[in-house]
């Protein structure tokens, strides 16, 4: 299981919970909503981790295709053939699986099945979520030193966040998280003028306070206190990435699904990060108007 070191100056938001029985989904549900990072102790994928782990995706080629490779996503690996032609896809099959087909084809069969069991995980502890749709990354390349962040995602539909995650390597998966956007977005308000995005999309305020605040010209000079935590192999946790302050410190073979959910469906829609970002502003904004000093006659 993950080791997990906690800094008392940012809420202590990660918790560990079973999954068994329905009562132990409504929990982490109603934790997850809550913005909460949940470790969901006992559930490991079935994966062949030794063969995920064989695959070298960190190999050397041109730079604008082994850009490409970093984000070689979960259904362009299902839609390789050895008979694709295009470079980037020629590529992978020639240089990570040596143009053996039998390794492709497991390989596939291996992300098929991760992504079936991750959709099985979310039904078991969403049931009435109604999801419009999925994306999945099995993220092979190494990562390291990312810079601290809310994700941005630029998808024009509102939606809320369901994002399960698990790390495939031997290696630890290392990770800091942060302060939750709404929290560390009111404690900034005023200074950082965040106002001004009142009736805008969330994504503009986060995509602010990130280039804003939290990034500087060297990675990881955010200096915002911060939870350490090393996910072991096989290791499963959910966590709303845009409400969750975090970066990867390192990290060599991932998996993670995000499940596009209806907010309407959620079990207390008002903790859905728009919502979650219209109380900030209207606390402000009703700060300020009580703040209009009194007309005095006379
Ligand atoms: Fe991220």
Redesign the pocket.
């Known amino acids: 299981m993950a080791k997990i070191v906690r800094d008392p100056l940012v809420a202590d938001y990660v918790v560990e919970r079973d999954v068994q029985t329905e009562a132990d989904c409504a929990e982490v549900r109603r934790l997850y909503e809550e913005g909460y990072l949940v470790l969901l102790r006992g559930v490991k994928f079935d994966l062949d981790y030794p063969f995920l782990n064989s695959l070298d995706f960190d190999v050397e080629g041109p730079a604008d295709i082994m850009q490409r490779v970093k984000k070689y996503g979960g259904h362009k690996i299902l839609a390789l053939s050895p008979k694709s032609t295009g470079p980037l896809d020629r590529f992978v099959f020639q240089t990570i699986f040596a143009s053996d087909t039998g390794k492709l084809s497991y390989f596939q069969e291996q992300v098929r099945s991760g992504n079936a069991q991750s959709d099985a995980l979310y039904v078991r502890l969403f049931p009435n979520y109604v999801s419009t749709r999925a994306m999945y990354t099995w993220r092979f390349t190494e990562t390291m030193y990312?810079d601290l962040?809310?994700?941005v995602f630029g998808i024009e539909e509102p939606f809320h966040q369901v994002r399960i995650f698990t790390n495939l390597a031997a290696s630890p998966r290392l990770w800091r998280i942060s302060h939750r956007s709404d929290e560390f977005a009111e404690s900034i308000y005023r200074e950082a003028g965040l106002e001004r995005f009142a009736g805008t999309k969330g994504d503009d305020l986060l995509r602010a306070m990130n280039r804003s605040v939290l990034h500087s010209k060297t990675p990881c000079m955010d200096r915002q206190p911060k939870h350490h935590l090393a996910f072991a192999q096989g290791d499963v946790w959910v966590c709303e990435?845009r409400i969750v302050a975090?970066?990867?410190y390192h990290g060599e073979r991932a998996f993670a699904a995000m499940y596009f959910s209806e907010a309407a469906t959620m079990d207390r829609p008002e903790l859905a990060l728009e919502a979650r970002l219209s109380r900030v502003h209207e606390k402000f904004a009703d700060a300020a108007e009580t703040r209009v000093p009194l007309e005095v006659s006379g």
């Open positions: 990312e962040h809310w994700d990435t975090h970066q990867i």
